[in-house]
């Protein structure tokens, strides 16, 4: 009988990148299955849904989520992970923010319903049938989960001990998280697992950003040829770098493209968009209003720019939608 | 459907029923019910997908150049593949058609990644059920146990030959996961001498593991014979169309070239530019699961069935060896014909000959990438083209290390996105992965006491597909209908109330 601490990785509304990053330890990975049990890890190993019912509660020393919620699929892995483990540790944006799959809850359910089922180009569909959540074939009743009206970042929905932000996170931030969490002084409940300072203060780049910087317009980068040395947002592309969590070591701005904020805010920080618009706003030169809107207009998607990975966990969290009101 | 109006809570017909929940060792989510009727035997099985996000919907709104890196977050295992398509897609969006040494390097990274995406597979995904074996117990059915297998010090070659390609892709693209290269005309970043002879170095070395691959996989699965009948076998095999991209000279290629189509029996059926698919394309869909399942629309869609007459098609490794008169590069080409000379003739319909596919492309993609890094104009330094046009529409198509990949964006006059439509490699091979889990179900279970390793050689159906069910499902579907039985005490119907997804109440 082992007395390795078990480990459990788990996804939910997720690309695998999280994952991914686990893997891109490298020859690490074997130091971490060495030090720990792996008892649930449906990308790499055989273990099922049945196998966590079984293990008694608070038996898993710590679970790594990754993926939003916004199916009840997915709400149910969550609560069920949580009640077996000692530590639940939301992994990435999706989990820690809501990720790109937030940007769902600019559009109601039906509407995305229609977009896909009936609207979408390549679909023939004459029945307009629609995926169910029960349904009948030949005499068998099958499930599918519900698709809730929003999404949700995984602190919404259950109780999180911990945050490994980025998009996914570097292999170097989750080793460093894991070494963190494996250690004798376990940083207080609820930490973001990653240096608490803006982006620009480890940026290849900084150098570069003038001290009185000033924008009068937002130039797209598909516009302009970006110099690969100076600061992207002194050149005028929108780069959210100000606004965002350090950690990643810049990579984006190392491809020579802006920061797009997926490592979220620093703790200062309750909302990462309502952050990026007011360091804009004072880099902004001008007082007049036809200049202003000219700069505003300049930016053509405000929320896909400013809320990209954190609009499920944001203060604005989704669109009103008109008509009745629709609640899960 | 009529028999929804007979809902009747947990009730079915006949005997047991047997899930597996969930599916492992793919992308993606995924579970498998099987239905037994009262002798034992499996009356039907069923390949759900629980998962949707909805990629096609909440991109409307988004500026069409933050395509490339929205869409790849469809999935982290391949987003260089969506990263890519979308990149395509954008050139066209505009009009431009990129310089000499941005398409050099745009192939150049691309192989790159098919090389490593192709050696996660075989080695962390499909492969450990033929190294370790598919009736070893589940806690070493994995990487693991293909290290304990090969041996440590193989196991930690594999680890860093992939950890080589990733630092790579991380050197033009930013990073590995989820890399920011891609722009409309051209890529973010030049390439300069040092990084080619990069490239060069480590492009030699994955041609050299290309072939250890192989020849792993000609000790391990070829030289058994339990295995190689296991790949004959009926219970594995499927009569279908086939589909890839094909180069001028019918050669596999996977970042750009014409789509080409092969029927059952091997003829040609259609050969089509990208930028046409909808005119063969088409999507289905079904009630029990949120992937929505392609067909051949000129042949449309006969239900889940093989053979000329069905719309049914598939693609990635074997539908493209199927699809190819030959390959592009000296030792995939003798991989080629030594892969067709032993499970031949054309076309092969033995789904688990993926795996053995999947390593003649691996091999492909290395010597591509030796190719493509020995290129002259690859540190050129124009890589970019401005656009002048109007954004308004584009296709872009790749293959993906999964299957063809098809993004298409329409926009508006500002180049932000009006519709997008997307056909995402696995959607292509949703219906034979659903008709090859349900043969393998009927062909393998046989009454109650199922052990786990029979379990385990079901879901072998679907991995030989490599399948990416997050990609699959970028979909978004609906909200909850409830059916309400009013039943009366004798226990008859005195009503069925149904609510639909619009919230409107109707009695039947």
């Not at chain 1, 898993?60 to 969550?78: C, D, H, K, P």
């Not at chain 1, 003038?210 to 516009?223: E, G």
């Not at chain 2, 000296?330 to 789904?351: C, D, L, N, R, W």
Request: aromatic share 8%; with cysteine.
């Amino acid at each position: 009988m082992s007395q390795k601490p078990k480990v459990a990785f788990y996804w939910c509304a997720s690309c695998g990148g999280c994952e991914e990053a686990v893997v891109d330890l490298d020859e690490a990975i074997l130091e971490v299955t060495a030090a720990v049990d792996v008892v649930f890890w449906p990308v790499a190993l055989d273990f099922k849904r049945k196998d966590v019912e079984a293990m008694p509660e608070r038996s898993i020393a710590i679970t790594f989520l990754n993926g939003a919620v916004r199916t009840s699929e997915q709400l149910e892995m969550t609560h069920l992970l949580r009640r077996k483990s000692q530590l639940l540790v939301a992994v990435g944006s999706c989990a820690q923010l809501g990720g790109i799959p937030g940007l769902a809850n600019m559009f109601d359910r039906e509407s995305i319903l229609e977009e896909v089922y009936l609207l979408s180009t390549a679909t023939a569909n004459p029945e307009r049938q629609l995926p169910e959540v029960r349904s009948r074939e030949n005499g068998h009743t099958l499930e599918l989960p519900v698709f809730f009206q929003r999404v949700r970042a995984l602190n919404q929905v259950v109780e999180v001990d911990y945050f490994i932000p980025g998009c996914p996170p570097t292999p170097k931030m989750f080793r460093t998280a894991f070494e963190t969490l494996m250690g004798k002084q376990r940083p207080k409940k609820g930490t973001v697992l990653a240096p608490d300072c803006a982006l620009c203060d480890e940026c290849p780049r900084k150098d570069t950003k003038p001290a009185d910087l000033t924008i009068t317009r937002f130039t797209r980068p598909q516009q302009m040829l970006v110099d690969d040395q100076k600061c992207l947002l002194a050149q005028g592309l929108l780069c959210m770098g100000p606004a965002t969590r350090a950690g990643c070591e810049a990579l984006c701005v190392r491809g020579n493209m802006v920061c797009t904020g997926c490592c979220g805010p620093t703790s200062r920080v309750r909302d990462q968009g309502a952050k990026i618009l007011s360091a804009l706003s004072i880099l902004v030169q001008s007082k007049e209003e036809p200049e202003i809107r000219s700069m505003q207009a300049s930016i053509p998607d405000p929320v896909g720019s400013f809320y990209r990975y954190s609009l499920a966990s944001s203060l604005l969290r989704r669109k009103r939608f008109a008509g009745a009101a629709k609640t899960r | 459907m009529a028999e929804q109006q007979q809902l009747t809570a947990g009730a079915n017909r006949g005997g047991r029923r047997i899930t597996i929940d969930p599916i492992t060792r793919l992308e993606g989510h995924g579970k498998i019910e099987v239905f037994l009727d009262e002798s034992g035997e499996v009356e039907r099985a069923y390949f759900q997908i629980p998962e949707l996000r909805g990629f096609e919907k909440f991109v409307q709104g988004r500026p069409v150049e933050e395509m490339p890196q929205i869409t790849s977050r469809i999935c982290g295992v391949c987003p260089t593949a969506h990263h890519m398509a979308a990149t395509k897609a954008i050139d066209n969006v505009y009009k431009l058609e990129p310089p000499l040494a941005a398409k050099i390097i745009r192939e150049l990274i691309y192989s790159t990644f098919v090389v490593e995406d192709h050696a996660l597979h075989f080695y962390f995904l499909g492969g450990p059920d033929f190294v370790v074996g598919p009736d070893a117990p589940p806690a070493e059915r994995n990487v693991l146990g293909v290290i304990a297998k090969v041996g440590l010090e193989t196991g930690k070659k594999v680890i860093a030959m992939r950890s080589r390609l990733r630092d790579l892709m991380a050197l033009v693209g930013g990073k590995a996961a989820h890399p920011v290269f891609g722009l409309p005309g051209g890529v973010a970043k030049r390439f300069t001498p040092e990084m080619r002879k990069k490239f060069q170095e480590v492009a030699a070395e994955a041609v050299e593991f290309a072939q250890f691959t192989l020849r792993i996989f000609e000790d391990v699965v070829l030289k058994n014979d339990d295995y190689v009948n296991l790949i004959l076998s009926d219970a594995y095999t499927h009569r279908t169309y086939y589909m890839g991209m094909v180069d001028a000279h019918n050669r596999l290629n996977f970042y750009d070239g014409m789509l080409r189509v092969v029927a059952p029996d091997g003829r040609e059926f259609e050969k089509f530019a990208p930028s046409r698919y909808l005119e063969n394309i088409a999507e289905h869909v079904e009630p029990w699961t949120y992937v929505k399942f392609c067909y051949l629309k000129t042949v449309g869609w006969k239900g889940f069935k093989e053979g000329m007459e069905s719309g049914v098609y598939s693609v990635a490794p074997l539908a493209r060896l199927n699809v190819s008169d030959g390959m592009a590069t000296p030792f995939a080409q003798h991989a080629y014909e030594q892969f067709f000379s032993t499970v031949g003739p054309k076309p092969v319909h033995h789904t688990l000959a993926n795996h053995w596919a999947r390593v003649v492309e691996l091999l492909y993609a290395a010597e591509r990438m030796r190719e493509l890094a020995d290129e002259p104009a690859l540190t050129d330094e124009d890589v970019r083209v401005l656009p002048s046009e109007k954004p308004k529409e584009g296709v872009g198509v790749v293959e993906a290390p999964r299957g063809t990949l098809i993004h298409h964006y329409q926009t508006d006059e500002d180049g932000l996105v009006a519709k997008a439509n997307l056909i995402v490699a696995t959607q292509n091979n949703a219906a034979r992965i659903a008709m090859s889990v349900e043969k393998a179900a009927k062909a393998l279970i046989h009454g109650d006491d199922v052990p786990e390793s029979v379990l385990n050689r079901v879901e072998m159906a679907f991995r030989a597909y490599d399948p990416c069910n997050g990609c699959a499902t970028h979909a978004l579907p609906g909200s909850m209908p409830l059916v309400i039985r009013v039943q009366k005490q004798d226990g008859s119907t005195a009503a069925v109330l149904r609510r639909d997804f619009y919230g409107n109440v109707l009695r039947e």
